[in-house]
């Protein structure tokens, strides 16, 4: 057998072993036995243009955990791999490289700026799937998709022409979110609030041949520019005499009605609204209302358009400046207050986004919607953690039109076809003719579907569909979806939606929804902040396996956690602690080692049968939590099984076995070592797969890899009641014994005495050996009468054991140390009890102060009862 090296080498093992892994066949399907029940996972699919970030790292490793399990269960794992081509992200990096070359893509043309992307690419596109490797992910590379395949373009066309074809896709003006610095629409989803510091306007809406005029306020005064009417409550009599009178916008003297309508707060400002139906979404639902007609006063970029009169050409935030002034000089104004307002921002470009009307495309999503509620609430699938089905339920309850269109040139392009009479034809292969008017002057829609079209079509087109491959007979739906909890609508509602209306079957059964990683002190992790924790600096420095457990272990699902480098190092040394413990148990085997199952059970002693039933039920436990998805408190488990029982007590307990001259009692330890070990190896290889697997290679006889191995299975044989009941009052006792020697300063290398009472008595004495080796008890003997006097006495169950301070220390020194210790302690006590007793002191002093001297009393009595008790033990009887 090969000896272990002393330390584990992550950064050379870790290559070699993935490399082994994959070139086995471990990580397909097909390496299950024939027949085999199938589990099923598709990667979520990482920007192309990322790099492994910490919310990379959870989902790989909570999904490499998911798969390696099932895989040790028999089952056939398929773990999809795959990117995302990230439409807005990518385009934008390539546009930052073409700026710096000092062009762009308008000038280049969308031929040659596709062609770019396209070689940017495969030059850079791969490096995020290098780095999900290195942290051990187990995917299937031979299955690797990316969302711009033909074969997955081939699905976003079909899902797109049967949306059409089912009159679910319409395409007209609509008020959509527009980025100006992206130059395109974005979601509803893809806009981020924030609470931020603004001015409230208030300003006069003049009434037309009249000196009166209604009060409004704003936060965006270039806006009152497109304004189409101003709105007050139908029962608010400071304005009911003006409902239906013509106001004038400010400075272009364009008249607006002023209607009525309940929508309108009385007691939130002035109890008037401007109404921009054009640049607001309530504004909007108030103006379709009212018939009012919508007014864009903004260009793409943000600049103001004609309909803004003089202001035209304007960028917005120059354009509020001058109007106001304009105004201000036109006695318009009233007043300016400071206000928190929510600001809508582009989460990709963090520019405020602007509501305006634009000709988009937009599924209706309500029939979608309708399949998805009822999937989640008859149970077909469920959400871990369930407290996330309500808000599942409120936003598909409460969801709006889909608008599908970016004005990119990155991305699938809208498979639309216009001809010049503006008919639209939609065909799943380029038309040479208008399906309508049969025109062949044909022009394709400029714009490309939203990333999170294709997105959704995920679990099943990486699969073939709308091909009938044997993959997607074999392999969908899927089992699994997990995911971070802040994508459950952009992506798995999206995703649940599209599986049942193109699949007519739920996409995965089971969604499980991860927190987001935050630093130590639950701050979120930013560049700003100086608190990111860059996973590819730590796995050099700890290794892959250090980082993968600190988070598995760290982590609940649908809840944040906070990581810090301690935790990672702490996971680290864990491993360490492994790998230690595999060197001793195959040090000592010399040969030996028989199968645990060829031993019978009842010879062996009671630290033995204790250490198997405790291994027993943690398997038990650990069951149990897989079965509910509670991957961080199993992990917990096993790592404090291995650390406080194995390692802390039963190693040090079978030294006595392994270096004494009994070859029977060597071997059954040896077997029970081994076997503890082994069992361990499996249960933490889904969690640690390097470290793990490297110490199965050396374990002996002929083994499978520890990828393929068995999942453990709890033997309920092996629980044991007296046992576990025996070893707790012994470990106690143990425990208990290193405190009195602690408290007396005995030297650790003096040996003492013990005398035990109890109907446990004789197995205690049993023990004499372990006593020995783990607290210096040289001799314990049975009581044979009276408990001794001037003797620590500690108690533990049933059983008491006596420890004569005479073998211990000194009794006239100690005594007169300790009554030394007891006349400081008193003169502390003396001189804090007349502090607190000090009117002046208590009234004057600060609280905390006050509370500090009262605790430093409470802790002074406590230790002045703690040496007169052991000043009257030592008492000459």
Same mark, same amino acid.
């Given at each position: ?374 999937a989640v609430r008859d149970g077909r699938i469920r959400i871990v953690p369930e407290r996330f089905e309500k808000v599942y339920f409120n936003w598909l309850e409460n969801i709006k039109d889909w608008c599908i269109s970016r004005q990119l040139w990155w991305g699938h392009r809208i498979p639309a076809f216009y001809c010049p009479n503006g008919h639209i034809t939609v065909d799943r292969q380029p038309p040479t003719r208008c399906a309508t008017c049969g025109s062949p002057e044909l022009t394709q829609d400029d714009d490309v579907l939203d990333t999170w079209f ?88 700890? &290794? ?5 457990? @600190?988070?598995? #272990?760290? =982590?609940?699902?649908?809840? !944040?956690?906070?990581?810090? $480098? *301690? ?7 864990? &491993? ?5 413990? @595999?060197?001793? #148990?195959? =040090?000592?085997?010399?040969? !030996?080692?028989?199968?645990? $199952? *060829? ?151 003096k040996r003492i005495t013990a005398i035990v009472a109890g109907e446990s008595a004789a197995q205690v004495v049993g023990m004499a050996e372990v006593f020995a080796r783990l607290c210096n008890v040289e001799q314990i003997t049975a009581l044979g009468g009276n408990a001794p006097e001037q003797a620590a006495a500690v108690v533990s169950g049933d059983a008491t054991v006596y420890l004569p301070l005479a073998g211990m220390v000194d009794l006239a020194a100690e005594r007169e140390r300790l009554s030394k210790e007891l006349e400081t302690l008193r003169a502390q ?49």
């Open positions: 057998m090969q000896d272990m090296p002393k330390n584990f080498n992550f950064a050379e093992a870790e290559p070699r072993l993935y490399s082994a892994w994959e070139s086995s066949g471990a990580f397909k399907p097909e390496i299950a036995p024939a027949g085999a029940a199938s589990y099923v996972i598709t990667i979520p699919p990482p920007n192309v243009t990322g790099e492994l970030h910490l919310g990379h790292v959870m989902f790989v490793s909570l999904e490499d955990l998911m798969i390696r399990y099932e895989r040790m269960r028999g089952k056939a794992a398929l773990w999809v791999p795959g990117t995302d081509h990230a439409g807005i992200a990518t385009q934008l990096q390539v546009e930052k490289m073409l700026h710096d070359e000092g062009t762009s893509r308008q000038e280049i043309g969308r031929e040659e700026f596709l062609h770019r992307i396209w070689d940017w690419k495969e030059k850079y596109g791969g490096m995020i799937i290098t780095q999900l490797r290195r942290l051990g992910a187990s995917c299937d590379w031979s299955r690797l998709r990316f969302t711009l395949d033909e074969s997955l373009s081939q699905a976003v066309r079909e899902a797109f022409v049967r949306l059409w074809e089912q009159g679910l896709l319409y395409r007209g003006p609509r008020l959509i979110n527009w980025s100006p610095g992206l130059q395109t629409a974005v979601s509803d989803l893809e806009v981020e609030y924030a609470e931020e510091e603004a001015l409230l306007y208030y300003f006069k809406y003049r009434i037309q041949g009249s000196d009166a005029y209604i009060p409004v306020a704003t936060t965006r005064p270039e806006t009152i520019l497109g304004d189409t009417a101003v709105a007050v409550h139908p029962d608010d009599e400071r304005y009911k005499a003006l409902i239906g009178a013509t106001a004038l916008v400010p400075m272009l003297d364009r008249p607006i009605p002023v209607i009525a309508d309940e929508y309108v707060d009385r007691e939130f400002g002035t109890g008037a609204l401007k109404i921009t139906p054009g640049h607001d979404f309530a504004d909007y639902e108030i103006g379709q209302r009212h018939n009012l007609p919508l007014i864009n006063i903004l260009n793409k970029d943000a600049t103001l358009n004609d309909n803004a009169g003089p202001y035209a050409g304007l960028d917005r935030d120059v354009a509020r400046t001058r109007l106001w002034n304009d105004m201000a000089a036109a006695g318009l104004t009233l007043r300016t207050e400071p206000y928190r307002r929510t600001t809508p921002r582009s989460q990709r470009g963090g520019e405020i986004v602007e509501p305006m009307l634009s000709v988009q495309w937009f599924v209706k999503m309500e029939p979608l919607a309708r399949k998805a509620i009822d294709s997105s959704g079509l995920w679990p099943f087109s990486t699969l073939g569909w709308p091909r009938q491959t044997p993959d997607l007979a074999r392999f969908y739906p899927t089992d699994m979806l997990e995911t971070g909890y802040d994508i459950l609508f952009f992506w798995v509602a999206r995703m649940i939606m599209m599986g049942l209306w193109f699949t007519d079957d739920v996409p995965f059964r089971t969604v499980y929804l991860h927190g987001l990683v935050r630093d130590e002190h639950g701050e979120k992790m930013s560049k700003t902040r100086g608190n990111v924790i860059d996973p590819l600096l730590i796995i050099g420095k700890y &290794g892959a396996d250090a980082l993968r457990f @600190a988070l598995l #272990t760290g =982590s609940t699902p649908g809840a !944040d956690m906070n990581l810090g $480098e *301690s935790q990672i190092e702490y996971s680290r040394n864990f &491993g360490n602690k492994l790998w230690q413990l @595999a060197r001793f #148990t195959l =040090s000592n085997l010399e040969g !030996d080692a028989p199968a645990l $199952e *060829s031993i019978d059970r009842a010879t062996l002693d009671a630290p033995s049968r204790w250490i198997l039933s405790r291994l027993n039920r943690l398997v038990g436990s650990v069951q149990r939590l897989f079965d509910a998805y509670l991957y961080g408190e199993a992990g917990r488990q096993i790592r404090e099984f291995l650390w406080d029982e194995f390692a802390d007590w039963y190693v040090e307990i079978s030294k006595n076995a392994l270096y004494g001259s009994d070859a029977a009692a060597k071997s059954r330890t040896r077997a029970v070592l081994l076997h503890v070990l082994d069992t361990a190896l499996r249960l933490l290889h889904p969690y640690i797969p390097y470290i793990t697997e490297e110490i199965a290679r050396y374990l002996p006889g002929e083994r499978k890899p520890l990828i393929v191995s068995a999942w453990p299975v709890a033997d309920e044989g092996a629980l044991d009641d007296s046992a576990e009941a025996f070893m707790d009052t012994l470990r106690d006792l143990i425990v208990k014994i290193r405190n009195v020697r602690a408290t007396y300063n005995v030297d650790p290398g006590i003396e001189k804090t009890e007349k502090m607190l007793s000090n009117e002046q002191f208590v009234s004057r002093a600060r609280p905390d102060v006050v509370e500090r001297e009262r605790a430093k009393l409470a802790e002074l009595t406590q230790a002045r009862a703690s040496v007169e008790e052991r000043l009257n033990a030592l008492a000459v009887g």
